[in-house]
């Protein structure tokens, strides 16, 4: 147990950092327009395909894992 709480905050700081920059590769179809009332229906629908895919899953999954560490270091 002990291992674990000494390790914990390097998987945080890991999984963190992987996570900013899965978020950060994404690409997005809306651009600055969208913020300021710009409607553009069709940015946020469209089909991931190849890399686009995994990118997203893995996103996905990075953000699942580093919440539940954040979660097993709420009750450690």
Known sequence: MEA????????QIALSILLVIA?????????????????????GFHTRRGAERTLFYGTIVIGVLFGLSAFIA???
């Open 4 to 11: 674990l709480e000494a390790l914990l905050p390097y998987i």
């Open 23 to 43: 978020i950060l590769l994404q690409q997005t179809g809306a651009g600055l327009g969208g913020a300021f009332g710009g409607d553009n229906f069709s940015a």
């Open 74 to 76: 709420l009750i450690i």
